[in-house]
C-alpha cells in the first residue's frame, strides 16, 4: 500500500542502489583492463637510486657531488650549473620544463641539460644511454 503511493520515489532509490552498486563492482581491480594496469603500474618502471645516477654521470666525467633534497625527491648538482639531475621517490610528470634543453626521463630520473657545450651535451647524453642500457 505505501509502495503505490510512491512509485517514483522507490524507482529512484532503486536506481541510485543499482549505480552504487554498478560503481563497486566496476572499481575492482579484477575488471580493470590489463592496459591500465600496464600503464598505472609504477612498480614496473626501473627505480634509480641517487648513487646510481652519481655513478653514471662519473663515468663520464660529470660530477654531481651537490644534492638538495625535497619530499618528492633529490635533485643531484655539479660544477656545471646549466645541469641537474632530479631523482624522483615515485613517477614524474613528463612535462618538459624547458623547451630548449636537452631533457631527458629514464625511470624515476629526470635529467636537464641548458648550457651550450657540445662536449658536456654528448657526455650527458652517453649517461642517459647507460641508465637506459642498465
Same mark, same amino acid.
Given at each position: 500500500?505505501?509502495?503505490?503511493?510512491?512509485?517514483?520515489?522507490?524507482?529512484?532509490? +532503486? !536506481?541510485?542502489?543499482?549505480?552504487?552498486?554498478?560503481? /563497486? %563492482?566496476?572499481?575492482?581491480?579484477?575488471?580493470?583492463? #590489463?592496459? *591500465? $594496469?600496464?600503464?598505472?603500474?609504477?612498480?614496473?618502471?626501473?627505480?634509480?637510486?641517487?648513487?646510481?645516477?652519481?655513478?653514471?654521470?662519473?663515468?663520464?666525467?660529470?660530477?654531481?657531488?651537490?644534492?638538495?633534497?625535497?619530499?618528492?625527491?633529490?635533485? +643531484? !648538482?655539479?660544477?656545471?650549473?646549466?645541469?641537474?639531475? /632530479? %631523482?624522483?621517490?615515485?613517477?614524474?610528470?613528463?612535462? #618538459?620544463? *624547458? $623547451?630548449?634543453?636537452?631533457?631527458?626521463?629514464?625511470?624515476?630520473?629526470?635529467?636537464?641539460?641548458?648550457?651550450?657545450?657540445?662536449?658536456?651535451?654528448?657526455?650527458?647524453?652517453?649517461?642517459?644511454?647507460?641508465?637506459?642500457?642498465?
Amino acid at each position: 500500500m505505501l509502495v503505490e503511493h510512491f512509485p517514483v520515489s522507490v524507482g529512484v532509490v +532503486l !536506481g541510485i542502489v543499482v549505480a552504487v552498486t554498478a560503481i /563497486f %563492482v566496476f572499481s575492482m581491480p579484477m575488471y580493470r583492463s #590489463p592496459i *591500465d $594496469r600496464t600503464m598505472l603500474d609504477l612498480s614496473a618502471r626501473h627505480h634509480y637510486s641517487a648513487a646510481d645516477v652519481r655513478h653514471a654521470f662519473s663515468i663520464r666525467g660529470l660530477r654531481l657531488p651537490a644534492a638538495t633534497a625535497a619530499n618528492t625527491g633529490i635533485t +643531484l !648538482g655539479g660544477t656545471d650549473p646549466d645541469l641537474y639531475v /632530479f %631523482v624522483g621517490k615515485g613517477g614524474l610528470d613528463s612535462a #618538459p620544463r *624547458d $623547451r630548449t634543453a636537452f631533457e631527458q626521463r629514464v625511470g624515476n630520473v629526470l635529467v636537464h641539460y641548458g648550457g651550450a657545450d657540445r662536449g658536456v651535451l654528448a657526455r650527458v647524453r652517453a649517461a642517459v644511454a647507460a641508465l637506459r642500457g642498465s
